[in-house]
């Protein structure tokens, strides 16, 4: 059972927001729906809900379109808040168990039980206008699982969190996962994909330029970084044609090998200029290969 995309379209006038895109969500997986400002990403994700038609294509769920499946079935987190400022918390919550086919019993517990794992308690009376930014997401998030749903789509859902509500958030979502649902979600911050995700496509003016499962993505990228962290000459790696700086941190640098760079060559020149504490070879990152695919697509 999986979510498939076959060919998506559409247009809004006269531009191509999402152009022939075709994708496959397994059930179950955490999976990671990247790309740059404009590139089309939250116009799938409605294409998908089908919160908007395309003009071609179709999107089903074990080949059933997914406005057929009933009402619950998912729950989405829009990037734009959409709660009811003068509502309360409590009272929000459980209005929207209720329209997402949650019984008034349940979903009054459910919201208790949500408020309490997001540490909300002392604001459940609040009115949504009241809030921070970072306690209105909360609260959209808990919206949008309150149901249980068997399906998550989550557009930019670590926005305006703190460190230690993006990792409550993380919790969360590794736990709906081991539960078997499926989620995708989108973000800037590619490092948080790359934490937690198994599989990601890469979309860039609608198409898609990357698809499939990240460890296999990066394996096939080659060994083409190195760390370095040095006592010494950190000027060393200007004499080496082809080696390129990336980036200078305060506990290493890292560079990337041209096709012809020998690693051990570097080794022996870093050697020479001071005492090497770090030497490693490894695969780019998600942030590096997404600016690489993304840069050379412009």
Known sequence: MSLVATQITKKFRDVTAVDDLSFIVQKGSLFGFLGPNGAGKTTTMRVVLNI???????????????????????????????????????????????????????????????????????????????????????????????????????????????????????????????????????????????????????????????????????????RQILRISLEGDQGFWAKIPGLELLSSRADYQEFRLGGRVDSSHVLKEAMRAGQVIRFELVEPSLDQIFVEKVGGQR
Not at 184 to 212: A, K, N, P, T, Y
Request: contains cysteine; hydrophobic residues 35%; charged residues 30%.
């Open 52 to 222: 908007i038609r395309p003009d071609e294509g179709q999107v089903t769920w074990d080949g059933t379109p997914l406005n057929r499946l009933g009402r619950g079935f998912f729950g989405y987190l829009p990037e734009e808040r959409g709660l009811y400022p003068k509502m309360r918390v409590a009272e929000h919550l459980e209005f929207l168990g209720r329209i997402n086919g949650l019984d008034k019993r349940k979903a009054q517990s459910e919201t208790e039980r949500w408020i309490e794992r997001f540490d909300l308690g002392e604001l459940r009376r609040k009115r949504i206008e009241e809030l921070s930014k970072g306690n209105q997401q909360k609260v959209q998030t808990i919206g949008t699982m309150l149901h249980d749903p068997e399906l998550l789509i989550l557009d930019e859902p670590f926005s305006g969190l703190d460190p230690v509500n993006t990792s409550l958030l993380k919790e969360v979502l590794l736990e709906a996962h081991q539960r078997g649902k499926t989620i995708i979600f989108s973000s800037h911050r590619m490092d948080q994909v790359e934490e937690i995700c198994e599989d990601i496509v890469l979309i860039d003016h609608g198409r898609l330029i990357l698809h499939g499962n990240l460890k296999q993505i990066k394996r096939s990228m080659g």
